[in-house]
C-alpha cells in the first residue's frame, strides 16, 4: 500500500517517518514512494531471532564486520530526481573493510555483504524480487531468501541464484567465509 505517492528522497524519508501519523507503522521508501509493510508474525520473528543469533556470534567471534536486524533501514538507490530507495533489511552483515566505525543512529549509506530476508505471508513476489535486484545492484554479495512455508532458502549473487532444502548448506560464501549452517537448522522445531 502506497502511502506517500510524492516522490522524495531517503532525507526527506527520514522526516516524514517521524510524524505522529507514522508512529507504530513499518514503513520502506521504494523508488521515491513510502510504501506500509505487514507487522511480522511470531514465525517470522522466531526465524529472525535464530539466523541473527547464529550469524552475529560468528560475526563477533570472528572480528568480520557488523550485524543489524529488525528491518534496519538501508539506502540501496540515491537517485537526482528524488527516487530514493530505503529498504529495511531483516538480517544484514557488514564487514568492517565497508564499515570500520560504528553505524550512526540514521540509515545506512553502505550496502551489507549479506543480507537476510525472511518471508512472511503479506509478502509480495514481484516486490522481492525488486528487493533482492537493488540490493545485488547496491553492492550486496550475497541475498537470503528464507521461506518458512516450504522451508527452502533462495540464495542470490552476481552469479545468479539456486534454491536450497532443508538438508543443503547454507554457505556465507565471499561475503561471510566460513560461515555455514544446515537450512534445516534455521526452523524451530
Not at 507504530?24 to 511470531?42: A, C, H, K, W
Request: charge should be negative; proline fraction near 6%.
Amino acid at each position: 500500500m502506497v502511502l506517500e505517492k510524492q516522490l522524495i528522497n531517503a532525507e526527506r524519508f527520514l522526516e516524514l517517518v517521524e510524524q505522529p501519523q507514522y508512529v507504530d507503522r513499518v514503513v520502506e521508501l521504494v523508488e521515491g514512494e513510502i510504501v506500509e509493510m505487514s507487522l511480522p508474525g511470531g514465525e517470522h520473528g522466531e526465524i529472525l531471532t535464530l539466523m541473527a543469533t547464529k550469524i552475529a556470534n560468528f560475526v563477533y567471534e570472528n572480528s568480520l564486520g557488523r550485524v543489524t536486524a529488525g528491518d534496519t533501514g538501508f539506502i540501496l538507490e540515491r537517485n537526482p530526481d528524488g527516487r530514493d530507495t530505503v529498504r529495511g533489511i531483516d538480517i544484514a552483515f557488514v564487514s568492517f573493510v565497508k564499515a570500520p566505525n560504528p553505524f550512526v543512529s540514521k540509515l545506512v549509506e553502505v550496502p551489507p555483504d549479506l543480507a537476510v530476508e525472511v518471508i512472511s505471508p503479506s509478502n509480495e513476489a514481484a516486490d522481492i524480487r525488486l528487493k533482492v535486484l537493488q540490493l545485488l545492484n547496491a553492492g550486496a554479495t550475497l541475498v537470503w531468501v528464507v521461506y518458512p512455508d516450504s522451508k527452502i532458502v533462495d540464495v542470490h549473487s552476481a552469479s545468479g541464484a539456486k534454491t536450497l532444502h532443508e538438508n543443503d548448506i547454507l554457505s556465507g560464501g565471499d561475503a561471510l567465509p566460513g560461515f555455514e549452517i544446515r537450512v534445516g537448522d534455521i526452523f524451530p522445531a
